[in-house]
């Protein structure tokens, strides 16, 4: 049953600091020491605007009691394969280090395959890291299926 | 170095039978036992043109001496993380099985990264199901590290 305490909603412009502040708290994919407002790069507007502007794209925050706890994205895919619905694909899921435990990862994660669901999509995905073997664990609760090894190469800027 | 009898193009409508014709080949994903032109749903023409009309979605194909001996899909996603530049997401990788081994899927992918780096992407990145012992190696071939595990869940129609 969802958490009544968690609520997400669409990012608003003004949500940015505080999920560049939470992508920064989480150390696999920090980059930047400094997570206060002076130091929010204009690209991090322009990519939110480039999100906001696109019905394929989603940011999403959970707020609980008012609060930024947590953040993802959705994607949709055009897809012919299997049957030319879309599929969503979940990214850059964080949950603020307080409220891990809390059921707001989970909370999101519901609201994402509902989401999904409700949008027509054939199926959800996501990639984890393979370090993450504590995040493994809790989307196979949720009822991820580990089905694919996910593979990428860095390009240099 | 790319081969250079591979040439790489976006799909046009009229490619759909034969791409849908050799996802249908692959055994893992196929849906279907009916190949033929006929048995082509209206379904994926609109998905067809959901990715040709999508800024965001490419539908290549592979051509050698005038026929398609493969194709992919080329996703671009607005992504905060980790500097807000594009991630590219390589999807439906298929290679016609005469034409394995023959240059083509090395072709495709090599053609894949170039355009991400043209693109501005920070990374390009694909999930491979479990199973495909042989495409884990040929993707470490050509310099794709494995990093993620990849987590789904099906959703009904």
């Keep these: 049953m969802p958490d009544p305490a968690v609520h997400v909603r669409d990012a608003t412009r003004d949500d940015v600091?505080?999920?560049v502040a939470l992508?920064?708290?989480d150390e696999l994919?920090?980059?930047h020491g400094d997570d206060s407002r002076a130091d929010i790069e204009p690209g991090y507007y322009a990519t939110f605007e480039?999100?906001?502007n696109d019905s394929r794209n989603r940011l999403l925050v959970a707020e609980v009691a008012g609060e930024?706890?947590?953040s993802f994205q959705l994607t949709y895919v055009p897809d012919m394969q299997p049957d030319g619905r879309d599929v969503a694909i979940i990214?850059?899921?964080i949950v603020d280090a307080s409220a891990r435990g809390s059921g707001v990862g989970s909370a999101m994660m519901r609201w994402a395959v509902e989401?999904?669901?409700v949008h027509g999509c054939s199926q959800i995905k996501l990639t984890s890291n393979t370090k993450r073997t504590d995040a493994h664990r809790f989307y196979e609760r949720l009822g991820f299926e580990t089905t694919h090894v996910g593979?990428?190469?860095l390009l240099t800027s």
């Design 17 to 19: 600091p505080r999920i």
């Design 23 to 25: 992508y920064r708290t």
């Design 29 to 31: 994919t920090r980059k």
């Design 50 to 52: 480039a999100i906001e």
């Design 68 to 70: 930024i706890a947590g």
């Design 91 to 93: 990214e850059n899921v």
């Design 115 to 117: 989401e999904a669901r």
């Design 151 to 153: 593979f990428k190469i």
